[in-house]
């Protein structure tokens, strides 16, 4: 399985703190299943930037470990939104997944900014697909899910954190996790792995989950999993919509 979010790059950001920690998170990982893993390390224009080359000075060390344990390593950021993200990517700035064409980005967990539809299609227009990361823990989308329907309507795609369908940040999030699954509105699973404690590299129990309850899904994730590495276009499963009530139920509704 691809483990398309993790923080398994070493004193980049608040994930790993030593390639002694990345080393057990990628053990974990391999053991979890995980044969390919996204080193998906935070970037925040203006608060928190990460140079590009001082991340692949660093990835280079975990990608060699990963050739020792059996998992392939891949480039990645998880990027915050922000307005400038078109230029940040044209400068070279920010990059995608395996640098070929799709862009993990994070929403703020608050709010849906006014500029997000925005950027987003103006990355699209460039030829970057977006993937929002973990959606169920956006405050907004959790409250409505069509806040998140229309913009995978509009072409971007949605990554779920594992950690979200077992109950790992809360009920609330795990309500929402388990109705995004149902529904076909996640594309993608991911660890959000920081590091080899409480935030770590499994990713199993959370597939179980999508096993179960969506099994569509599940081929869907896996038939469409190595495309992302190589950048080819994928065709998402048709979302599904609340079942409408027959007239009888709605008549004897308690
Ligand atoms: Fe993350």
């Known amino acids: ?120 299609y103006n990355l699209r227009l460039c030829g970057v697909t977006p993937i929002i990361a973990h959606p169920e823990r956006n405050f907004k989308i959790a409250n409505n899910l069509d806040v998140l329907k229309d913009l995978l309507e509009q072409g971007n795609l949605a990554q779920i954190n594992a950690g979200s369908l077992t109950g790992l940040y809360g009920s609330a999030i795990k309500e929402t996790a388990l109705k995004l699954v149902e529904k076909n509105m996640i594309h993608f699973i991911g660890s959000d792995a920081h590091n080899n404690g409480n935030r770590d590299t499994s990713i199993s129990s959370g597939i179980n989950q999508i096993k179960k309850i969506n099994q569509d899904l599940f081929l869907w994730i896996v038939d469409n999993e190595e495309k992302i590495l190589s950048g080819e276009g994928v065709y998402p499963l048709e979302i599904k919509n609340e079942k409408k009530k027959g007239f009888l139920s709605r008549l004897f509704k308690k």
């Not at 990027?79 to 640098?99: A, F």
């Not at 703020?108 to 925005?118: A, G, H, K, Q, S």
Request: charged share 25%; hydrophobic share 40%; with cysteine.
């Open 1 to 120: 399985m691809l483990d398309l979010h993790s923080h398994i790059v070493p004193e980049i950001d608040d994930g790993s703190v030593s390639l002694e920690v990345t080393k057990d998170m990628l053990i974990n990982a391999y053991n979890e299943g995980t044969r390919c893993i996204c080193a998906t390390s935070h970037y925040i224009s203006g608060d928190f930037q990460i140079q590009k080359e001082i991340y692949d000075e660093k990835f280079l060390s975990v990608s060699k470990l990963g050739e020792e344990i059996g998992i392939q390593v891949v480039k990645g950021l998880e990027v915050y939104l922000t307005p400038n993200l078109l230029e940040l990517y044209k400068e070279g700035k920010i990059w995608c997944i395996n640098e070929k064409n799709y862009m993990l980005i994070e929403l703020p967990m608050r709010e849906i900014p006014l500029y997000t539809e925005d950027v987003l």
